[in-house]
């Protein structure tokens, strides 16, 4: 089958492979943090000094200047790029790699926000962010001190891009889901969304809890697998 409609969706995996840790450790903390501190508006409401400080702390190290696009960001760049049909790439990741690596902004859905970004929490506009900002940071729309929040959706918050990411889904002729482990919902539910004549493909350090629903599961850093794989589909 001719494939037209190719479906991304990317995870902690291809960013950790540039220096960015992934969401949470091992033991269930993120930076020493549980995550109920950090990535929850009520641990916002009840800190929000701590919640500015760690997300100044994680911009602070995207924007180091060892953090960089991979391999697997420039080959999926030039599959947007030389794809013959239409690519949607959808992201769980909050930093901008994908951007650095040649994308626009229109051709990256940020699921989860975006860190290089700040939100009005009254009238909902987003901003580019600085390196550092807090409650004492004026808003640029309200002029009002304590209005802006990082632009992330946290726990229990809806994801961004919902309807429009099922809809690609929907019609996709491929599926390529790249490090991330496939668990956590919305996205949990991505593979079973695509037609039964969609091809699927997993690519992950490791094999998951849900290989068993790709028709292909190939292992190894997306910056080895990716070259190959893309080089596949451009010439099918």
């Known amino acids: 089958m001719k494939i037209e409609k190719i479906v991304i969706l990317t ?15 091992a033991d269930g903390l993120w930076e020493n943090h549980a995550i109920e501190e950090v990535a929850s508006p009520e641990g916002f409401k009840r800190n ?13 190290q995207l924007n180091s200047p060892e953090v960089k696009p991979n391999k697997g960001h420039q080959e999926l760049t030039r599959l947007i790029n030389e794809f013959h ?13 994908h951007e650095r690596s040649g994308l626009s902004t229109k051709d990256v859905w940020h699921m989860h926000g975006e860190l290089q970004k700040m939100r009005c929490q009254k009238t909902q506009r987003i901003f580019n962010a600085p390196n550092s900002f807090d409650e004492e940071t004026e ?22 891009y919902l309807d429009e990411a099922f809809e690609k889904l929907t019609d996709c002729d491929l599926f390529l889901s790249i490090g991330t482990s496939g668990l956590v919902y919305p996205a949990a539910q991505f ?33 080895v697998v990716l070259p190959i794989l893309v080089e596949e589909v451009l010439k099918a």
């Open 48 to 60: 929000p000094k701590l919640v500015y400080e760690f997300y100044n702390a994680r911009r602070s």
């Open 11 to 25: 995870g902690a995996g291809i960013s950790a492979e540039s220096g960015i840790k992934t969401f949470r450790d």
């Open 191 to 223: 593979v079973a969304m695509t037609p039964q004549t969609c091809r699927r493909i997993e690519v992950n350090l490791n094999e998951t809890q849900v290989s068993n629903q790709f028709d292909e599961c190939r292992v190894g850093p997306a910056g």
């Open 139 to 160: 808003c640029p729309c309200c002029q009002e001190l304590g209005n802006l929040r990082p632009h992330i959706v946290w726990f229990g918050e809806m994801p961004f």
């Open 85 to 97: 049909g239409e690519v949607t790439l959808i992201t769980q990741n909050i930093d901008d790699l």
